[in-house]
T-cell receptor, first 113, second 114 residues
Framework: ELKVEQNPLFLSMQEGKNYTIYCNYSTTSDRLYWYRQDPGKSLESLFV?????AVKQEGRLMASLDTKARLSTLHITAAVHDLSATYFC?????????????FGEGTQLTVNP | EPEVTQTPSHQVTQMGQEVILRCVPI?????FYWYRQILGQKVEFLVS????????KSEIFDDQFSVERPDGSNFTLKIRSTKLEDSAMYFC????????????FGPGTRLTVL
């Protein structure tokens, strides 16, 4: 059974600081997704990482994928309050499971002024 | 920009009642999914649907649940006899085609079972 683990689960940081959220998964996959969720809202797609070594950046967020280590990171640079949300990684086991997504537990990020 | 829509946005029901949650996937998408998220928890896969049949379901998707695509545009999730523990946000998602890169999520239906 595929397991997807994120850490930390809760992250409180000051504006202007940098931090990294980690996503480990237990079996081989070559597609990993990062989503943002605001309270009571749906899932907003941030990044789709399709291959080993993939790196994508959008604003203050950068995501990377190491399929050999089964690890993805979401790096936050110079955090601002607007980044406060819950961030989920999700793994797509499309070869064995028809593209169902398996989600991590989520990282609740709070950026304090 | 095309999007997945869901209705209602919030449904309140009594335990034991049947509910139907509705989704309209993006029009040229072929693969459809339901996920649920209990408050404060992670998103969990329920069922996938392709070519008018279930392609995969999770252990959560027991005999109380069913899905159908009654008219070629709507995709519904029915819970026959709701339990308190069915209270959650239910998300519909769709893929354009196998091998497409992104699964598009709807805004969700919040189901509250009293």
């Amino acid at each position: 059974e595929l397991k997807v683990e994120q850490n930390p689960l809760f992250l409180s940081m000051q504006e202007g600081k940098n931090y990294t959220i980690y996503c480990n998964y237990s079996t081989t996959s070559d597609r990993l997704y990062w989503y943002r969720q605001d309270p009571g809202k749906s899932l907003e797609s941030l990044f789709v990482l399709l291959s080993n070594g993939a790196v994508k950046q959008e604003g203050r967020l950068m995501a990377s994928l190491d399929t050999k280590a089964r690890l993805s990171t979401l790096h936050i640079t110079a955090a601002v309050h607007d980044l406060s949300a819950t961030y989920f990684c999700a793994v797509d086991m499309r070869e064995t499971s028809g593209s169902r997504l398996t989600f991590g537990e989520g990282t609740q990020l709070t950026v304090n002024p | 920009e095309p999007e997945v829509t869901q209705t209602p946005s919030h449904q309140v029901t009594q335990m034991g009642q049947e509910v139907i949650l509705r989704c309209v996937p993006i029009s040229n998408h072929l693969y459809f999914y339901w996920y649920r998220q209990i408050l404060g928890q992670k998103v969990e896969f329920l069922v996938s649907f392709y070519n008018n049949e279930i392609s995969e379901k999770s252990e959560i998707f027991d005999d109380q649940f069913s899905v159908e695509r009654p008219d070629g545009s709507n995709f519904t999730l029915k819970i026959r006899s709701t339990k308190l523990e069915d209270s959650a946000m239910y998300f519909c998602a769709s893929y354009r085609e196998y091998g497409a890169n992104e699964q598009f999520f709807g805004p969700g239906t919040r189901l509250t079972v009293l």
